[in-house]
Every structure is written in C-alpha cells, then in structure tokens.
C-alpha cells in the first residue's frame, strides 16, 4: 500500500510537535518571570499583596490513641524520597480572589494538582504518563456548560459525534464511542444526555486504559467525579434564564452534622426550548448524600440519585447531492450540509414525534479503611437502572439515502424508534499498599471487578402513507418545507433489533508505581478481564453467547530531571468485544469475530512551570485493529480486516499565568486514517469520520478587582469529514465565546455567558453523511448565584 503523501511520518510529526511546544513554552516562560516581577515590585512599593489561599485539612477530632505501629517509625520509613515528599505536600498557595479549594485534589480555580483517575491513587498529573486533562468544578461553572459535549469541546483532541441527536458520543483521539462514559470509575455506558449539577470534576483520559477501566474503546474516556458529602460547608442555589426561553435551578447544600455524619443534596431543574424549530427539553435531578466515619480509619459514602431527561430529538440537515443517481462517492469533491435559504434553526423532524427520554435510578455505596500499616482498602458498590428510549424521522432512504437532490427539489425521510432499557451492577475491591525494598519505593495497587449488565434492545420501523392506502418506509419532501406534519406508523419487522441479553464481568488487576530514585519513576501492570456475553434473538428465538478473555497490559517509565518537570514514554493495550460499545445483539456473524484492539505508544513531557501552572505535551500513535467489517455481498455478515492509525500531537497550558488571570490553552494536530479498504467507498488513506487535522481552544479569565472579573474563549477546528468515506465535508469554523462576573455581596454573584458572541453560522458535527448538526447560534445565560 502506498504512503498517502499528505500523511507524516512519526519523524515529520514528532519534529513539528517538538518546534510548537517548543514555541508556546518559550511564551510561557516569557510570562512567568513578569508576573512574578509584578509581585515583587508591589512589595517593594508596599502594596499591600493579595489574600493568599490558605489550604487547610478539614476539621476532625481524633478519637483513637496512636497505635504501636503509629509510633515506631521504621529507619525505611524515615527515608523518604524527594519524590514521596512532593507527592504530600500541598503546593504552596498561589495570591487570588478568595478562590475555592479542594486539599485532597490541590484545586484551585481552573488548575488541579492531581488525581486518581489514572492510577487508583491520588498522584500529582505530574507524575501520571498519559494524557489527561481535568476540568474542575469552577472552570464549569465559569463556562455555564450543563452538558458533557459542550464543556468538552475545549479539549484538546476531543471532537463531538452527533449520536442521532439523542446522547452524549465523542470522538477521542480519531475513535468514536457512545460508551466510555463513567462515574466515580464506575461505567455509565448507557446512551443519554448526562447534566453536570452534580459534578465536581471531569477527567478526560486519552489513549487505551483498561488496566484501571476495562474494556472499551481505545481512544480514550471521561469521568465524571461527583460531589460528596465531605463535611465542609456549602449552601449553594444558581438561578438561571437565557435565550430560548431557558430556565434552570439548582441547589447544592451540605454541612457535618456532627464529627462522625456528613450530609449533602444536590437538586436540579431545567426546561427550554431550543434555537431549532420545535426543539424543547425538560430536566431534573436530584442526588443525595451521606458520609459516616465511625472511627479515624474508617469511612463510609452512600449516594442516591434520581435523574429525568427528555428532549427533542433532532438528526439535523441533509446534505447536497452531487448526483441524481446515487450518493456521492467521491472525496474529491466532497459534498456540503444543505441548509433551506441559510436558515440552520430548519427542523427535517416531526414535531411532537421525534423525542428521547431517560429515568435513571442509581444508588451507590462506597467504605474506605486504613489499616494503618501502609494498607488501604476501597470497595464500592453501585447499582443503576436506566429506563431509556428514542424515536426520529429524519433524513434517510430513498436513492439519495436523504440528501437533497441536485436541482434542491427533493429529498427522502426515514423513521424508527428504540427502547433500550438496562440495569448495571457492579463491585470494585481496590488495594494499595505503600512499601520499600530496599531503597526503592512501592505503590502497590490491586483489586478485582465484578459486574452484571442486562437489558433489552426492542426496534420499530417506521412507516409514511404512500398516497394510495398503503405504507412505506420513506417518504419525499421539499427540502424547503423541512418539518413533517403527517402521521407515521410504527410496526416491528423481522429486520428489526428484539435482543434480551445479559454480560458478565469478572476482573482482576495489579500495578506497581515503583520510585527507583528521585528522578526515576516506572510504572508496570496488567489487568485480567472475562467478558461473558449472552443475547437471545426474540425475533427467532435463537440464543448466542460469546466469551472473551483478555490480558491487558500497561507500562511507563518517568524521568524527572528536576522535580517540577518529568519526561515520559508509555505503552498501552485496551479491548473492546465485536458486540461493540453497547453489546446488545450478537449476530450468527459477529459470535465469531475476536475483539478489537487498540495499541497505543506515547511520548509526552509535563512542566510545572509555576506552583499553579502545568504545560504538557504529548505525541503518540494509536493503532486501531480487528474493526468489524460488514461483508460487501449484503448477507449481514462481517469479518475481521478494519485497521485504523491515529498519529498525534496535543499540548496544553492550563492555570494562572499571573495571579489574576487564569488560562488554559490547548492544540490538538490529529491525523486520523483508514489503513485497510473497508469498501468501494471507505477506502485506504481516507480520514476517518468527525477529526479535524487541526483543534485549537483557549480560555481566559481575567479577575479585573474583588467585584468583577471577565472571560473569553476561543474555538477552532479545522474541517473535518461527516462519515469515513470522505464525501461530504463539514467546513472548519471558528468560534468566540465570552463571560462576565460581578460579586454583588458577600452572598450573591451574576454571571452572564454569552455563547458564540459573533453568531458565526457552523456545522458542529453530523451522523453520517445525512444527518449533519448546525452548531448553537449566539445564545445568552444569565444567572444568579448565591451562598450562604
């Protein structure tokens, strides 16, 4: 096969990534010593300087006397590494406004110190070899995003897949998944729209993580940290109105109710339309919490949450043909999204037809102990049922498979409904124990994972009065006459999913973090996962199961020249079943296919170039294998000969470059390929759907003085393509948006967001070559924050 030459090569690509995050440091080092020479200056002058965050333990009152293993310190012991040290000690405080701050994370502001995401214990970002970017529970409010695709679009490598208009689906790192979703580490792979008014954190992860998650697209994922009840005080409520007609509310309150209970509850609702024609949702959560600590090594977590969402579903805009005859080809001369007059708020739904709903009921359990010899235990339960369902008319069929005809005349509808409910259980059993041999230092973590998934995938058809008493499954429309008015029936057909089915997990995974010396660090392990799929066909009757087995291994090795810098070169392998990311079906065809994998190399550097201001950089190659391949004859069947290579660069500054002003800034070069012909169309050399050559994202606030503080971000992407089989492409935009802040008292602050401030018209992302997604016009929220 011939090199693509508008592909790099790892050299090129590694020489262009050393050269811009050689530039884009060189302007940070620029900025750091003016910041720190203002600060000077104002003390020579006698100004008096900024209130210092004060990082403080929450109070306890101890109850238990010191044991004997408390009080003989071990000679071993008393030979920590400067490396241990840095890895406790809080970093020193940075002058801001007041800033909120989390102790065991280091958060302040938009900057958080550390995470246990990657490695199943707290460890500085420092020190973790991959890529991850953490958003923190300010840096979201700040932006006034409520859900996951939004806030997510300023990360760098992250693109957003339509997911038919109902579910949160992302592209990381040139793989798509509807599934690498989780919560507290737990998996949330059900498809809906998550809300973040109970959200502390979210840690995008790139690359493959099985060792610490399990299977799942390589790509990589996002987790979702909750808040807790942790004992500290918080009376929080945010009223909020926008453009659309939007309202929201939300409370957030929670205290110690003595020195052993903690409670917390967080509630939400929302309701708005939305800047499509007919668009509309409706909202609410609510998430309670309590946190027991019967004694000064123990403590117990329980949770409970309630969650409705139901919205319009809206697939989007066709596309322009190229040709009369049959969908275009050719990436040539790739065809363009078709919008009636310019007008992107045009709806090809049904209104009151197309909807998508979900009920979620999840309860959780979690008990921590230390067992005060270097040993500590996890082991969390949670337990979640989701019931879930989507119905859409939208483009498709017809010979132009929905897009509009080349004299913009007509084009073709298609309808179908699905109800996918499911219930998950799951129980992780997490060790760590922290030792030395010798002069080398151990971070031992291991545990097991077991869970059980069962649910039911039921499809409709949909079918259009075809003008002579009968039915048919398409209908053609004037593309300038978007929304359908007329009635569609829904009737299940042999071709249509009816799969009951339930997957066992069993799991088992151990990992060494071992500190050779100060400046040398390796990380090594392995993860077992049994993955035990059972579906039965309702339609035949027939019942199919598959078992898979997998080893999947992960190591790193850190090389810190200097403690606030460490360089890094990691290796990584993650699975993911032919069943795919939801798992629901397995077909005569796919029980025989093996898993696919994804194996990842990744060099990478992390810089904290001031005590509250990290630069990384990363380059990578993420090989993608064993993608199932749907037979060209049409027989339903599929082999394995899919292959997939990622090549990429992505560097990141994020925190405060001054003490006023926080930034975080991202780029994202990511060439995407096809490397094995998968059809007459998605061929060798093709880009692979939804990735952008290019992402470029940067956010600012700037605390003006103690009452008002100002925000402005920036979107790019560069175009991208709707489907892997480079046809119709979906133009690159660039996009503003803005913030400001006032501190009325010392109880209410008003935040105003304003979303794409030069109402630039885009394409945000599609679903397939038919069904592409305008991006949200300029859009204001105003809200009203208050804490008491």
């Given at each position: 096969?011939?090199?693509?030459?508008?592909?790099?090569?790892?050299?090129?690509?590694?020489?262009?990534?050393t050269?811009?995050?050689?530039?884009?440091?060189?302007?940070?080092?620029?900025?750091?010593?003016?910041?720190?020479?203002?600060?000077?200056?104002?003390?020579?002058?006698?100004?008096?300087?900024?209130?210092?965050?004060?990082?403080?333990?929450?109070?306890?009152?101890?109850?238990?006397?010191?044991?004997?293993?408390?009080?003989?310190?071990?000679?071993?012991?008393?030979?920590?590494?400067?490396?241990?040290?840095?890895?406790?000690?809080?970093?020193?405080?940075?002058?801001?406004?007041?800033?909120?701050?989390?102790?065991?994370?280091?958060?302040?502001?938009?900057?958080?110190?550390?995470?246990?995401?990657?490695?199943?214990?707290?460890?500085?970002?420092?020190?973790?070899?991959?890529?991850?970017?953490?958003?923190?529970?300010?840096?979201?409010?700040?932006?006034?995003?409520q859900?996951?695709?939004d806030?997510?679009?300023?990360?760098?490598?992250?693109?957003?897949h339509?997911?038919?208009?109902?579910?949160?689906?992302?592209?990381?790192?040139?793989?798509?998944?509807?599934?690498?979703?989780?919560?507290?580490?737990?998996r949330?792979?059900?498809?809906?729209?998550?809300?973040?008014?109970?959200?502390?954190s979210?840690?995008?992860?790139?690359?493959?993580?099985?060792?610490?998650?399990?299977?799942?697209?390589?790509?990589?994922?996002?987790?979702?940290?909750?808040?807790?009840?942790?004992?500290?005080?918080?009376?929080?409520?945010?009223?909020?109105?926008?453009?659309?007609?939007?309202?929201?509310?939300?409370?957030?309150?929670?205290?110690?109710?003595?020195?052993?209970?903690?409670?917390?509850?967080?509630?939400?609702?929302?309701?708005?339309?939305?800047?499509?024609?007919?668009?509309?949702?409706?909202?609410?959560?609510?998430?309670?919490?309590?946190?027991?600590?019967?004694?000064?090594?123990?403590?117990?977590?329980?949770?409970?949450?309630?969650?409705?969402?139901?919205?319009?579903?809206?697939?989007?805009?066709?596309?322009?043909?190229?040709?009369?005859?049959?969908?275009?080809?050719?990436?040539?001369?790739?065809?363009?999204?078709?919008?009636?007059?310019?007008?992107?708020?045009?709806?090809?739904?049904?209104?009151?037809?197309?909807?998508?709903?979900?009920?979620?009921?999840?309860?959780?359990?979690?008990?921590?102990?230390d067992?005060?010899?270097?040993l500590?235990?996890?082991?969390?339960?949670?337990?979640?049922?989701?019931?879930?369902?989507?119905?859409?008319?939208?483009?498709?069929?017809?010979?132009?498979?929905?897009a509009?005809?080349?004299?913009?005349?007509?084009?073709?509808?298609?309808?179908?409904?699905n109800?996918?409910d499911?219930?998950?259980?799951?129980?992780?059993?997490?060790?760590?124990?922290?030792?030395?041999?010798?002069?080398?230092?151990?971070?031992?973590?291991?545990?097991?994972?077991?869970?059980?998934?069962?649910g039911l995938?039921?499809?409709?058809?949909?079918?259009?009065?075809?003008?002579?008493?009968?039915?048919?499954?398409?209908?053609?429309?004037?593309?300038?006459?978007?929304?359908?008015?007329?009635?569609?029936?829904?009737?299940?057909?042999?071709?249509?999913?009816?799969?009951?089915?339930?997957?066992?997990?069993?799991?088992?995974?151990?990992?060494?973090?071992?500190?050779?010396?100060?400046?040398?660090?390796?990380?090594?392990?392995?993860?077992?996962?049994?993955?035990?799929?059972?579906?039965?066909?309702?339609?035949?009757?027939?019942?199919?199961?598959?078992?898979?087995?997998?080893?999947?291994?992960?190591?790193?090795?850190?090389?810190?020249?200097?403690?606030?810098?460490?360089?890094?070169?990691?290796?990584?392998?993650?699975?993911?079943?032919?069943?795919?990311?939801?798992?629901?079906a397995?077909?005569?065809?796919?029980?025989?296919?093996?898993?696919?994998?994804?194996d990842?190399?990744?060099?990478?550097?992390?810089?904290?170039?001031?005590?509250?201001?990290?630069?990384?950089?990363?380059?990578?190659?993420?090989d993608?294998?064993?993608?199932?391949?749907?037979n060209?004859?049409?027989?339903?069947?599929?082999?394995?000969?899919?292959?997939?290579?990622?090549?990429?660069?992505?560097?990141?500054?994020?925190?405060?470059?001054?003490?006023?002003?926080?930034?975080?800034?991202?780029?994202?070069?990511?060439?995407?390929?096809?490397?094995?012909?998968?059809?007459?169309?998605?061929?060798?050399?093709?880009?692979?759907?939804?990735?952008?050559?290019?992402?470029?994202?940067?956010?600012?606030?700037?605390?003006?003085?103690?009452?008002?503080?100002?925000a402005?971000?920036?979107?790019?992407f560069?175009?991208?393509?709707?489907?892997?089989?480079?046809?119709?492409?979906?133009?690159?935009?660039?996009?503003?948006?803005?913030?400001?802040?006032?501190?009325?008292?010392?109880?209410?602050?008003?935040?105003?967001?304003?979303?794409?401030?030069?109402?630039?018209?885009?394409?945000?992302?599609?679903?397939?070559?038919?069904?592409?997604?305008?991006?949200?016009p300029?859009?204001?929220r105003?809200?009203?924050?208050?804490?008491?």
């Amino acid at each position: 096969m011939h090199q693509d030459p508008s592909t790099p090569s790892l050299a090129r690509l590694f020489a262009r990534a050393t050269l811009l995050s050689a530039s884009t440091l060189a302007l940070t080092l620029l900025a750091a010593p003016h910041a720190q020479a203002q600060n000077a200056a104002a003390q020579r002058q006698g100004a008096s300087p900024l209130p210092p965050v004060t990082v403080d333990a929450p109070n306890t009152v101890r109850r238990s006397r010191r044991t004997a293993a408390t009080q003989r310190a071990t000679p071993a012991a008393r030979r920590r590494t400067a490396a241990a040290r840095q890895a406790e000690a809080p970093a020193k405080p940075v002058p801001a406004f007041n800033q909120p701050h989390d102790v065991r994370t280091g958060t302040v502001g938009i900057y958080a110190n550390s995470t246990s995401t990657a490695t199943k214990t707290n460890t500085p970002l420092l020190n973790i070899p991959q890529s991850i970017s953490v958003l923190t529970k300010d840096y979201i409010q700040d932006q006034n995003f409520q859900g996951m695709t939004d806030v997510t679009r300023y990360v760098p490598g992250v693109a957003i897949h339509q997911g038919e208009g109902n579910r949160d689906e992302l592209v990381i790192r040139g793989v798509d998944s509807s599934a690498n979703f989780f919560v507290n580490g737990f998996r949330d792979d059900v498809q809906y729209f998550r809300d973040l008014y109970n959200t502390q954190s979210i840690e995008v992860l790139k690359g493959p993580s099985a060792l610490i998650f399990g299977r799942g697209a390589g790509g990589g994922l996002v987790n979702r940290t909750l808040k807790e009840a942790d004992g500290q005080r918080v009376y929080q409520t945010t009223l909020q109105s926008g453009s659309y007609g939007d309202r929201r509310f939300t409370l957030d309150a929670g205290q110690a109710v003595n020195p052993d209970v903690a409670v917390r509850l967080n509630a939400m609702y929302e309701g708005s339309d939305t800047f499509r024609q007919y668009g509309k949702l409706e909202r609410y959560g609510l998430n309670p919490s309590v946190a027991f600590t019967p004694n000064d090594t123990t403590k117990i977590k329980l949770d409970y949450e309630l969650y409705h969402d139901e919205r319009t579903a809206d697939r989007g805009n066709p596309s322009q043909a190229l040709s009369n005859t049959a969908p275009s080809s050719t990436r040539f001369n790739p065809a363009l999204p078709f919008a009636p007059g310019g007008d992107l708020t045009a709806f090809y739904g049904a209104p009151g037809l197309n909807q998508s709903y979900v009920d979620l009921n999840r309860v959780s359990g979690v008990i921590d102990h230390d067992f005060e010899n270097g040993l500590t235990v996890r082991n969390a339960t949670m337990y979640a049922n989701f019931k879930r369902g989507y119905q859409n008319i939208y483009p498709g069929n017809g010979t132009l498979s929905g897009a509009v005809n080349t004299t913009d005349t007509s084009f073709n509808r298609a309808a179908y409904n699905n109800t996918t409910d499911r219930e998950n259980i799951f129980n992780q059993t997490d060790f760590t124990y922290k030792t030395w041999t010798g002069p080398v230092f151990h971070t031992l973590a291991f545990g097991t994972e077991f869970g059980r998934q069962s649910g039911l995938s039921f499809r409709n058809t949909g079918f259009f009065p075809n003008g002579t008493g009968g039915l048919s499954n398409t209908i053609a429309a004037n593309p300038f006459d978007s929304a359908y008015l007329g009635p569609v029936t829904f009737q299940h057909i042999a071709t249509d999913a009816n799969s009951k089915y339930r997957l066992n997990i069993a799991s088992g995974y151990v990992q060494d973090q071992i500190d050779i010396t100060r400046w040398l660090q390796i990380i090594a392990g392995v993860r077992y996962d049994n993955f035990d799929l059972q579906a039965t066909d309702q339609n035949t009757g027939i019942t199919r199961s598959r078992t898979d087995a997998k080893f999947s291994p992960r190591a790193a090795v850190i090389v810190k020249p200097i403690d606030n810098l460490s360089v890094y070169g990691s290796y990584s392998i993650s699975y993911l079943p032919a069943s795919g990311d939801q798992f629901s079906a397995l077909s005569s065809s796919t029980v025989l296919l093996d898993p696919q994998k994804f194996d990842n190399k990744e060099v990478g550097v992390k810089y904290n170039i001031l005590p509250r201001l990290q630069y990384t950089a990363a380059v990578y190659q993420l090989d993608r294998s064993n993608v199932p391949l749907a037979n060209p004859n049409g027989d339903g069947t599929f082999f394995l000969s899919g292959k997939n290579r990622i090549r990429g660069f992505e560097t990141t500054l994020n925190g405060y470059v001054t003490d006023i002003w926080q930034s975080t800034v991202g780029y994202a070069y990511t060439d995407a390929r096809v490397t094995s012909d998968t059809s007459a169309t998605i061929l060798a050399g093709n880009r692979v759907q939804l990735v952008p050559y290019n992402q470029f994202s940067w956010w600012n606030k700037v605390q003006i003085d103690p009452i008002w503080a100002a925000a402005v971000g920036m979107i790019y992407f560069s175009n991208s393509y709707a489907s892997s089989d480079d046809s119709v492409r979906l133009p690159g935009f660039v996009r503003f948006d803005a913030a400001l802040y006032a501190k009325i008292n010392q109880n209410w602050k008003l935040q105003l967001n304003i979303e794409n401030i030069f109402n630039k018209g885009y394409w945000a992302s599609a679903d397939g070559n038919n069904n592409l997604s305008p991006g949200q016009p300029r859009t204001f929220r105003i809200s009203a924050i208050g804490n008491f």
